[in-house]
């Protein structure tokens, strides 16, 4: 149980804190980073959260099968920030963070299923008979 627990962990810790180092070095290399230069301080950090927050929901819609949740949080995200498409540069900045999550996002998780099922304990089948979900083909 402490395996699973540490795989998880692991594959969390990656997905947010590695996702968003990451995510700021792309918007870098990107010359990017200068598009929110002009919002205040607690906009960057709330970006961070969302991004963290953006992760996660993918990752469950991805082990769950669910690609609506997809759908759901790109739809969400741009309708929050439609009127700030205007600007080009925020745009673009928008595009590649959002890309980049959806991106890292499959593959941690793609990881961490693969990892559970080979060598971890499988969880996502045993949480798939716990409720009564047809586990996938392998």
Not at 76 to 99: H, N, P, Q
Request: with cysteine; glycine share 10%.
């Amino acid at each position: 149980m402490v395996h699973i627990f540490l795989y998880t962990g692991i594959a969390v810790f990656a997905l947010i804190w590695v996702g968003n180092g990451l995510c700021r070095g792309i918007f870098s290399l990107a010359g990017l980073k200068d598009s929110i230069a002009h919002l205040p301080a607690p906009v960057h950090s709330a970006g961070r959260w969302i991004g963290a927050f953006e992760r996660l929901i993918l990752a469950v819609g991805i082990i769950v099968h669910s690609w609506e949740i997809l759908a759901a949080v790109i739809a969400l995200k741009t309708v929050a920030r439609f009127k700030d498409m205007d600007d080009r540069a925020f745009a673009e900045y928008f595009l590649v963070g959002s890309l980049f999550s959806i991106f890292w996002t499959m593959i941690v998780t793609s990881a961490w299923l693969a990892y559970d099922h080979q060598v971890g304990g499988d969880v996502r089948k045993h949480a798939e008979q716990w409720m009564g979900i047809a586990a996938g083909k392998d």
